[in-house]
């Protein structure tokens, strides 16, 4: 796997890491790869395998784009990746920095990354079904959500996302609607939300008798 | 033996040798008469032992003791006579004979007369009266002495001495002439035969008493016997020297012998006589200086024609003796002495033929033996050839001619590598050439050149034999005369080779060098050339820029252009300033050779050194014709090594000399392409203007080279030049309207960049036009192009709109600004019909706009003064009733535009129709995707 975009003073850091933590680098090798049935979204944070190391180290980086240090949390990911490269989430967070900026190619290729690590982590194509939506590629946008939410039903952001998509950019408003209403099971109590569903229970009913009756007059 | 026979002997032989030493050579004036006139001399003999003294004082005192015993007594007087004469002979041997008392013989032959008076019987008398004889003969009284031999051959013939006896007799005879006598004395004792001693001796008196006698035919046969005891199995030498084997007397004697049997055979019949002798006698081994010293006296005498049959007569009866040749020869010098031209000529002749080197002579006669013999056949052939050359020569004759030359080629086929036969071969040569036989005087001259090691005449005779080639050259047809031509340069060279130093060699080589070059033979030529040129000490100017014209041309023939122009430059220092146009001719020959070289340089793909030859044709011949081309071709081929910089310094040098070239057009495109290919956009888009505004290029090319011009001004940023380019596409080009509306375009676009509104506004109008003029041609493109100018058009027309504001009295205003509304959304109307996706959302956002606005306008609007609090709320309530349908047309436009989403419109008009959607309709449009602020799964 390669570092996908990182900035000269990254690859200068990287390199004196290298030269410096060459044990570390030795120690960390078995955590490359994870079992099967530890991986996937939502998976527990506290996991056993994750090294208590890249696990504060990934931690302290999140707490900074938390914080809303970007600089100081791409630095801290980048870092992290040099250590860790087989966390895809490290990858989502970089992306996530990216996209602030509207570089869509880095973005892109951060993603292509975490995804290229895990095909299906949820999170990852969550943000790829963004930065397609932002480019008007919604149907490469919805595939990436439905995916999300194929391999990660309980991923509630992906239903929310994928019913913004099919109302406003895809003109599907029941599609639309079934989204919207899976959020709210898996989300639950989003009183706005709530508003839009009825707002589309309604448009689709009218339209819904709209059709009947286009039906009726032909 | 006794002393008395050796001094007798002695004196004998003093005889012959006195008359020897006088007569060692034959002189004219010797004669039979001068033999007889030799004196008698007697030569001292040996000492006497003193014992001889005292014996004979013994046997006095004996005599005086024993008186009376006669045998014992007469004994003793003969020893004592004998001792007394011996004791008198040493006294003479001691002393000078002439001193001698005569009487001390006298007591000798007292003494022996006594013994013979006194013992008459004594046995020993014959040795007494020998003994006597000699006393007598001694002291001088010969007829004594005569006497007593004549007793003592009569009384005692069987004595030993009697051989002696007989020749002492024949000698006092023949002094005293009495030759009768003395030839039968001579015989008796040649009769004897080679056993006494006194046999030569007498064979030789013999044949002089009977030549005396004049029986020269009776003479012979004791001299031949002589001879053949004296020379017989001896080898003679020839010539003076023929006798050297011999000691000095013996040489004397036969020499002699020789001179009587010459004049011998004169007084008979010559050599007649000579063959009929030995036809008799037998042909002795010497019998060739037999007739030679019969011929040489004749010789002697004058009588030519006797000698020389005297000679011929041996040769002619024994031809292939080795000595014959001698004597021919001997034949050709009496004639010659004898003054007969004719008989001379003839007699070598003779002599050639006879003995030629392929005669059967030389069968029997080695050459090495008989080296005199060559050297007389040279001799005579030298003769014969150069006495019918100077006929030849004196008179003109054919026949002297191929008579001289017959003679040369006989010394030639005798004589092949003799060292002399070069030279006579040059002669051959040079009678065949004065006899105008060119062909053969050619092959003559050659193998006198060539054949012979070098000699003095070596390098004249190739000389000549190129003269002769041309001679002979003169007299072929066509067709003998290119192989006889080709023979000649051949032979030309080979004399050039071989004689250097000749001072024709250079000519020479230059003139085959010419005949090479005008054949075609341009290999040879070239090679000749050079050897010309080559020469030391060189060859003069005239040749050598001959030599340099041959080789110059030569090569360029050849296709040799470096060696060829190196070669004019040769030819050029030679040729005189003076000679104008031969100097023009070689200037334009070496700049010809240069272009050349640049030629193949090029076709074998080496562009730098094809560059090079064509430019330094300037340098090197500045007003050369080809020089234009050249630095043309020099051009081309520094665009093909993408030498741009390069190129394009050419071009412009050549554009500047040769301003009205007809390669001026394609100058200009390579100069084009070479300013384009080395960044220089701007000196490029000039030459394609060039390209454009020229009235050889086609249409086509020139409204391209426009349009390259354009894109080059505009890479090169230089407005102003690019929009005088595009106008004059947009003039000129109306046709196609795809490249037309393009250029209105890119105007468009320049006056944009110029903040020139009036024109830009002018330049969009012209888009709009151009399109919808395009009839058949109109496309897309075309449309899009119209599309974006009429939106463009249509920003003033909003700008003014949104400009107009609301104010009392709103009735005018609202007039004012509705106005302006219905022109505006005209022209969006307008542009929205194109159908261009992105003019269309553009334009239904703009519409939208202008719906939204007026509505927003309407309600900020400046409220009517003076109204209360009710009637104020009853006119929003009216002005909201008014404006809802307006905000209601705005909407349904923004969402018009929203829609296209889902066909995949999603550009900056469709982004922003939602932005309004969102702010006018937040309930439903306000929705924005939600994702983590921060993923805090590590996977």
């Given at each position: 796997m390669s570092l996908p975009c990182f900035s000269d003073r990254v690859r200068s850091l990287a390199r004196s890491l290298i030269c410096i933590g060459a044990l570390l680098v030795c120690g960390c090798a078995s955590t490359g790869s994870l079992p099967d049935g530890q991986r996937g979204a939502g998976g527990d944070p506290a996991a056993s395998d994750v090294p208590p190391r890249a696990r504060a180290l990934f931690d302290q980086a999140a707490s900074f784009l938390a914080a809303g240090d970007f600089t100081e949390a791409e630095l801290r990911f980048e870092q992290f990746l040099l250590q860790f490269p087989d966390y895809p989430g490290a990858y989502v967070n970089l992306a996530l920095i990216y996209a602030r900026d509207g570089g869509e190619a880095a973005t892109r290729s951060a993603l292509d990354a975490a995804l290229a690590i895990d095909p299906e982590f949820a999170p990852a194509l969550n943000q790829l079904g963004l930065l397609h939506r932002r480019h008007g590629r919604f149907h490469d946008a919805e595939a990436a959500y439905l995916k999300a939410v194929t391999v990660s039903p309980e991923y509630a952001l992906a239903h929310y996302n994928l019913g913004v998509l099919n109302e406003l950019y895809l003109q599907r408003l029941d599609a639309a609607l079934e989204h919207f209403k899976q959020y709210q099971e898996l989300a639950g109590g989003d009183r706005q939300v709530e508003k839009w569903i009825a707002d589309l229970k309604r448009r689709v009913a009218a339209d819904r008798r709209a059709a009947n009756l286009a039906d009726g007059q032909s | 033996m006794?002393?008395?026979?050796?001094?007798?002997?002695?004196?004998?032989?003093?005889?012959?040798?006195?008359?020897?030493?006088?007569?060692?050579?034959?002189?004219?004036?010797?004669?039979?008469?001068?033999?007889?006139?030799?004196?008698?001399?007697?030569?001292?003999?040996?000492?006497?032992?003193?014992?001889?003294?005292?014996?004979?004082?013994?046997?006095?005192?004996?005599?005086?003791?024993?008186?009376?015993?006669?045998?014992?007594?007469?004994?003793?007087?003969?020893?004592?006579?004998?001792?007394?004469?011996?004791?008198?002979?040493?006294?003479?041997?001691?002393?000078?004979?002439?001193?001698?008392?005569?009487?001390?013989?006298?007591?000798?032959?007292?003494?022996?007369?006594?013994?013979?008076?006194?013992?008459?019987?004594?046995?020993?008398?014959?040795?007494?009266?020998?003994?006597?004889?000699?006393?007598?003969?001694?002291?001088?009284?010969?007829?004594?002495?005569?006497?007593?031999?004549?007793?003592?051959?009569?009384?005692?013939?069987?004595?030993?001495?009697?051989?002696?006896?007989?020749?002492?007799?024949?000698?006092?005879?023949?002094?005293?002439?009495?030759?009768?006598?003395?030839?039968?004395?001579?015989?008796?004792?040649?009769?004897?035969?080679?056993?006494?001693?006194?046999?030569?001796?007498?064979?030789?008196?013999?044949?002089?008493?009977?030549?005396?006698?004049?029986?020269?035919?009776?003479?012979?046969?004791?001299?031949?016997?002589?001879?053949?005891?004296?020379?017989?199995?001896?080898?003679?030498?020839?010539?003076?020297?023929?006798?050297?084997?011999?000691?000095?007397?013996?040489?004397?004697?036969?020499?002699?012998?020789?001179?009587?049997?010459?004049?011998?055979?004169?007084?008979?019949?010559?050599?007649?006589?000579?063959?009929?002798?030995?036809?008799?006698?037998?042909?002795?081994?010497?019998?060739?200086?037999?007739?030679?010293?019969?011929?040489?006296?004749?010789?002697?005498?004058?009588?030519?024609?006797?000698?020389?049959?005297?000679?011929?007569?041996?040769?002619?009866?024994?031809?292939?003796?080795?000595?014959?040749?001698?004597?021919?020869?001997?034949?050709?010098?009496?004639?010659?002495?004898?003054?007969?031209?004719?008989?001379?000529?003839?007699?070598?002749?003779?002599?050639?033929?006879?003995?030629?080197?392929?005669?059967?002579?030389?069968?029997?006669?080695?050459?090495?033996?008989?080296?005199?013999?060559?050297?007389?056949?040279?001799?005579?052939?030298?003769?014969?050839?150069?006495?019918?050359?100077?006929?030849?020569?004196?008179?003109?004759?054919?026949?002297?001619?191929?008579?001289?030359?017959?003679?040369?080629?006989?010394?030639?086929?005798?004589?092949?590598?003799?060292?002399?036969?070069?030279?006579?071969?040059?002669?051959?040569?040079?009678?065949?050439?004065?006899?105008?036989?060119?062909?053969?005087?050619?092959?003559?001259?050659?193998?006198?050149a060539y054949f012979y090691p070098v000699h003095g005449k070596s390098s004249e005779a190739g000389y000549a034999a190129l003269l002769a080639y041309r001679e002979h050259e003169r007299t072929l047809d066509e067709h003998a005369r290119i192989a006889w031509h080709r023979d000649y340069l051949d032979s030309g060279l080979r004399f050039a080779d071989a004689f250097p130093e000749h001072p024709e060699s250079g000519a020479v080589l230059t003139s085959v060098a010419e005949d090479l070059f005008s054949q075609g033979d341009f290999d040879l030529a070239i090679a000749v050339g050079r050897a010309v040129v080559a020469k030391q000490p060189p060859v003069d100017d005239t040749l050598a820029r001959t030599a340099w014209t041959v080789i110059a041309h030569a090569e360029f023939d050849m296709h040799n252009f470096a060696d060829a122009e190196v070669a004019y430059y040769e030819l050029q220092s030679r040729t005189p300033g003076s000679d104008a146009q031969a100097r023009a001719e070689v200037r334009d020959r070496i700049a010809s050779s240069i272009y050349k070289q640049g030629e193949i340089a090029r076709d074998a793909g080496d562009l730098e050194a094809a560059v090079t030859h064509f430019t330094r044709i300037a340098d090197a011949v500045p007003e050369s014709g080809i020089r234009q081309t050249a630095e043309y071709d020099a051009a081309a081929a520094l665009i093909n090594l993408e030498a741009w910089d390069r190129a394009s310094a050419v071009l412009e040098e050549f554009r500047g000399n040769y301003p009205d070239s007809e390669f001026a057009d394609d100058v200009t495109q390579k100069l084009a392409v070479s300013y384009v290919k080395s960044g220089q956009s701007v000196a490029a888009a000039r030459e394609f203007e060039r390209i454009a505004f020229s009235g050889t290029n086609t249409a086509a090319v020139r409204r391209e080279a426009l349009w390259t011009a354009s894109t080059l001004y505009e890479e090169a940023g230089l407005i102003v030049d690019e929009q005088r380019v595009l106008d004059a596409i947009v003039a000129r080009y109306p046709d196609p309207i795809a490249e037309s509306i393009e250029a209105r375009f890119r105007l468009l676009g320049i006056a944009e960049a110029m903040g020139d509104h009036a024109q830009r506004e002018q330049r969009l109008r012209d888009i709009v036009q151009a399109d919808s003029q395009a009839g058949t041609q109109r496309s897309d493109r075309t449309r899009f192009l119209a599309a974006t100018a009429s939106i463009e058009l249509a920003e003033p027309v909003r700008q003014r709109f949104e400009g107009l504001k609301l104010t009392q009295p709103l009735d005018e205003s609202v007039r004012i600004k509705r106005q302006a509304m219905e022109e505006v959304i005209e022209v969006y109307t307008r542009a929205a019909e194109y159908g261009v996706a992105s003019v269309t959302t553009a334009a239904t956002y703009h519409l939208a706009e202008v719906y939204r606005t007026f509505s927003a306008d309407l309600m900020a609007s400046e409220r009517p003064h003076g109204l209360d609090d009710l009637a104020l709320e009853q006119y929003e309530l009216l002005l909201e009733e008014q404006t809802f349908p307006i905000e209601e047309q705005a909407i349904e436009l923004y969402k018009a535009n929203t829609d296209r989403a889902a066909g995949g419109v999603y550009d900056e008009w469709v982004k922003r129709s939602f932005l309004r959607l969102a702010e006018m309709m937040p309930a439903r449009y306000a929705k924005t995707e939600r994702s983590e602020d921060v993923v805090t799964v590590l996977f």
């Open positions: - | 006794n002393r008395s026979g050796t001094v007798l002997a002695t004196i004998a032989a003093a005889v012959t040798l006195s008359a020897s030493a006088e007569t060692e050579k034959w002189h004219a004036k010797d004669t039979i008469e001068s033999l007889e006139s030799r004196r008698v001399e007697i030569d001292p003999g040996g000492s006497i032992p003193n014992s001889a003294a005292l014996a004979r004082d013994n046997y006095r005192a004996f005599l005086d003791l024993v008186s009376d015993d006669p045998d014992l007594r007469a004994e003793a007087m003969r020893r004592l006579g004998d001792l007394e004469l011996e004791a008198i002979e040493a006294r003479q041997l001691g002393e000078n004979i002439e001193s001698l008392a005569p009487h001390g013989y006298d007591d000798a032959v007292e003494l022996y007369r006594e013994l013979l008076a006194a013992y008459p019987d004594y046995r020993r008398n014959d040795t007494v009266l020998y003994q006597l004889a000699r006393g007598y003969e001694t002291g001088g009284r010969t007829d004594e002495a005569l006497v007593v031999l004549n007793e003592l051959a009569g009384r005692y013939p069987d004595t030993p001495m009697i051989d002696e006896v007989q020749f002492r007799r024949g000698e006092m005879l023949f002094l005293r002439k009495q030759y009768d006598d003395a030839e039968a004395a001579y015989r008796a004792a040649a009769g004897f035969g080679a056993s006494s001693r006194f046999f030569e001796q007498s064979l030789y008196k013999l044949g002089w008493t009977r030549f005396k006698l004049a029986a020269h035919k009776e003479s012979l046969e004791p001299f031949f016997a002589l001879l053949d005891r004296k020379i017989g199995g001896v080898e003679l030498l020839d010539g003076d020297k023929r006798l050297e084997g011999l000691g000095r007397a013996e040489r004397e004697l036969v020499e002699d012998t020789f001179r009587v049997l010459s004049i011998s055979f004169s007084y008979m019949d010559g050599a007649a006589s000579i063959g009929d002798f030995m036809e008799a006698y037998g042909q002795p081994e010497y019998a060739h200086v037999i007739y030679m010293n019969l011929g040489d006296l004749y010789l002697e005498k004058q009588r030519y024609v006797d000698a020389a049959r005297t000679y011929e007569a041996f040769v002619g009866q024994d031809p292939l003796h080795p000595k014959a040749p001698l004597l021919q020869v001997e034949v050709i010098e009496a004639y010659r002495q004898g003054g007969f031209p004719s008989l001379v000529l003839e007699a070598k002749k003779n002599f050639v033929d006879r003995y030629g080197m392929t005669g059967v002579f030389w069968v029997r006669n080695p050459r090495s033996q008989n080296t005199a013999v060559v050297a007389h056949v040279k001799a005579n052939l030298t003769d014969l050839a150069q006495h019918y050359h100077a006929l030849a020569q004196l008179g003109g004759k054919q026949v002297d001619y191929r008579e001289a030359a017959r003679w040369y080629r006989k010394y030639l086929a005798f004589f092949p590598e003799d060292p002399d036969s070069a030279s006579t071969n040059f002669l051959l040569a040079e009678i065949l050439f004065e006899s105008r036989d060119f062909e053969n005087a050619t092959k003559e001259y050659e193998r006198t």
